[in-house]
């Protein structure tokens, strides 16, 4: 059996804590911040967790993650 290939983009995007579970950093930061007020770009910047719905999937792209 060879080895499985890593997704190297998401291994880029996604980390694991220490529970097992996947770190995630928000979307909509990069550009058009004007009209975003101030409390919604902070709380763009906090990392989130992936919703365990697409769980499944990433376990299969990261398989040594």
């Known amino acids: ?3 499985m290939k890593t997704s190297r983009s998401a291994a880029k995007r996604f980390k ?3 529970t097992g579970k996947l770190k995630r950093n928000k979307a909509y930061k990069r550009h058009i911040l ?6 919604k770009k902070r709380n ?3 990392s989130a967790i992936m919703d365990p719905t697409n769980v499944k999937n990433m376990k299969k ?5």
């Not at 004007?34 to 409390?39: A, D, E, I, L, M």
């Not at 792209?61 to 993650?65: F, W």
């Open 1 to 3: 059996m060879p080895k």
């Open 16 to 18: 694991v804590t220490g």
């Open 34 to 39: 004007t009209k975003k007020t101030t409390k």
């Open 44 to 46: 763009l910047r906090k």
């Open 61 to 65: 792209i990261l398989p040594y993650l």
